[in-house]
Nanobody
């Protein structure tokens, strides 16, 4: 069983930055690829970042590539999402997710079996 708790959301002006954190419980964190997703009101949940269990591979959609960076600290059981150059289109609830042990990082929600409760990010124009 893995519990995930996101933090770091809030209100920021366009062009600003935020760093989200996702703290994981349990002893299997270091073997799990992690994903970040977001969901805006009335929209489907969408992929924003993934990082492999080893930390040596990351992936991003074009919408955030060059602005968002995922990283992890396995000693702290924590994964991070650094978000720069934010725009109002980035406003959403952001979720972290954990994949089964030793699976590759993925952009697909069904590939993750644990999800956090989410943290709200609001970007004002």
């Amino acid at each position: 069983q893995v519990q995930l708790v996101e933090s770091g959301g809030g209100l920021v002006q366009a062009g600003g930055s935020l760093r989200l954190s996702c703290a994981a419980s349990g002893r299997t964190f270091s073997s799990r690829s992690m994903g970040w997703f977001r969901q805006a009101p009335g929209k489907e949940r969408e992929f924003v970042a993934a990082i492999s269990w080893s930390g040596d591979s990351t992936g991003y959609p074009d919408s955030v590539k060059g602005r968002f960076t995922a990283s992890r600290d396995n000693a702290k059981n924590t994964v991070y999402l650094q978000m720069n150059s934010l725009t109002p289109d980035d406003t959403a609830v952001y979720y972290c997710a954990a994949a089964p042990p030793f699976r590759s990082a993925s952009a697909k929600t069904p590939d993750y079996d644990y999800w956090g409760q989410g943290t709200q990010v609001n970007v004002s124009s």
